[in-house]
């Protein structure tokens, strides 16, 4: 049950993007190890995401960052492609690039949607300075669900911010 504490609250959220930055950085420096990268994967979406936890259908709805041709992800399989790559054809593995840094801004805005059920809103920026931009700005919504006393997200919505030109 989400507490009426929000700072608690927000903690909880901070944990769990951290742990979700940790698992992005750690699939793209396994890059070349299709064995490690593909375990670290399932890993975080066994941990974070709600295929497990749920009594919804779909149990998650997946909007990716940079998915164009299939733009929602509703199972677990369409998700790991996203990660690593696999099961759609546009994906090529958004965690396998060497991501620095991945930064969950503190601005996020937070909405308690009953006892078990929480939405963050925010942006995330992502940093590779091989890339050229050398890094991705992303809005995001989660929705997040407390199992267990963890965070797992039923929610995952993620748009590419434009960059200002100058």
Same mark, same amino acid.
């Given at each position: 049950?989400?507490?009426?504490?929000?700072?608690?609250?927000?903690?909880?959220?901070?944990?769990?993007?951290?742990?979700?930055?940790?698992?992005?950085?750690?699939?793209?420096?396994?890059?070349?190890?299709?064995?490690?990268?593909?375990?670290?994967?399932?890993?975080?979406?066994?941990?974070?995401?709600?295929?497990?936890?749920?009594?919804?259908?779909?149990?998650?709805?997946?909007?990716?960052?940079?998915?164009?041709? /299939? *733009?929602? #992800? !509703? $199972?677990?399989?369409? &998700?790991?492609? =996203?990660?690593?790559?696999?099961?759609?054809?546009?994906?090529?593995?958004?965690?396998?690039?060497?991501?620095?840094?991945?930064?969950?801004?503190?601005?996020?805005?937070?909405?308690?949607?009953?006892?078990?059920?929480?939405?963050?809103?925010?942006?995330?920026?992502?940093?590779?300075?091989?890339? /050229? *931009?050398? #890094? !991705? $700005?992303?809005?995001? &919504?989660?929705? =997040?669900?407390?199992?267990?006393?963890?965070?797992?997200?039923?929610?995952?919505?993620?748009?590419?911010?434009?960059?200002?030109?100058?």
């Amino acid at each position: 049950m989400f507490l009426k504490n929000k700072e608690k609250t927000i903690r909880l959220i901070q944990a769990a993007q951290n742990r979700w930055a940790n698992y992005i950085q750690q699939i793209g420096e396994a890059k070349g190890n299709p064995d490690e990268y593909t375990r670290l994967t399932k890993k975080m979406l066994a941990e974070l995401y709600g295929f497990e936890h749920s009594e919804l259908d779909p149990p998650i709805l997946f909007k990716p960052t940079l998915a164009i041709k /299939k *733009p929602v #992800r !509703t $199972t677990y399989n369409e &998700t790991l492609s =996203y990660f690593i790559g696999g099961e759609v054809e546009e994906d090529t593995g958004f965690a396998l690039t060497p991501w620095e840094k991945v930064e969950f801004h503190n601005d996020m805005h937070i909405t308690v949607v009953d006892s078990h059920c929480v939405l963050a809103m925010g942006r995330c920026t992502f940093y590779n300075s091989e890339q /050229k *931009p050398q #890094r !991705t $700005t992303a809005d995001y &919504t989660f929705g =997040y669900r407390l199992v267990e006393g963890k965070l797992v997200i039923f929610l995952h919505h993620s748009s590419r911010m434009e960059e200002p030109s100058i």
